[in-house]
């Protein structure tokens, strides 16, 4: 009989997963998209980020900083603590002057450096260095996204619809997003906003 674990994609490659999913937001702001849009889309980012840090301090790095010793969980962490203060600045930044597309531009740069560190260290050696728990880590991390979802959908939801007012800004559907489009669905949409149809492919 299949374990929950057993079924539940390993842990490196739902970090990878968050990874793409950062990126393709990133490359859906596009300095002459609408300011509701740009905003909607940063602040969406800005929760898919804060989301993932908590992730990776709380199951992944823990444990592989166990398995292996030389694994450096501090620089890590550096990172997220700079991701996290150019959320704030994201965040303060008004999408109707240049101070919000200058704000993300900074925080892409940063999380590039971030995910190309990741993908080219630390995730090859998580998969050297403990094959066996990649499953087992994978749900762990899987249970804890759900509970930090839960208490954002409402405004993941929100950021969502307002990335959508663009007519030519397409939402990526990734794991952060359509976890908190599940969890409104099964309350009965207490607390979130009605959500448009998300399109397939970008809007022309």
């Not at 840090?53 to 010793?69: K, W």
Request: hydrophobic content about 45%; overall charge neutral.
């Amino acid at each position: 009989m299949n374990t929950p674990q057993a079924l539940m994609p390993s842990v490196t490659n739902m970090i990878r997963l968050d990874h793409t999913h950062a990126m393709s937001t990133f490359h859906q702001y596009k300095r002459d998209t609408p300011p509701r849009a740009k905003r909607g889309l940063a602040d969406h980012l800005c929760l898919a980020l804060e989301i993932h840090a908590e992730l990776e301090e709380q199951v992944f790095y823990p444990a592989l900083r166990a398995a292996d010793p030389d694994f450096d969980a501090q620089h890590s962490v550096q990172d997220h603590q700079e991701i996290r203060e150019l959320i704030a600045r994201v965040r303060n930044a008004d999408e109707h002057t240049p101070a919000l597309d200058e704000a993300v531009q900074a925080l892409m740069r940063v999380v590039m450096h971030h995910v190309a560190d990741e993908e080219t260290q630390v995730l090859p050696a998580a998969e050297a260095r403990m094959p066996e728990r990649l499953g087992e880590l994978g749900w762990e991390m899987t249970k804890l996204r759900t509970r930090l979802v839960a208490g954002r959908a409402p405004a993941i939801a929100s950021s969502a619809a307002r990335a959508l007012s663009g007519n030519k800004v397409a939402l990526a559907l990734g794991g952060v997003l359509g976890l908190a489009l599940a969890l409104a669905a099964s309350r009965g949409g207490r607390g979130a906003r009605a959500m448009p149809r998300l399109p397939a492919t970008r809007l022309h």
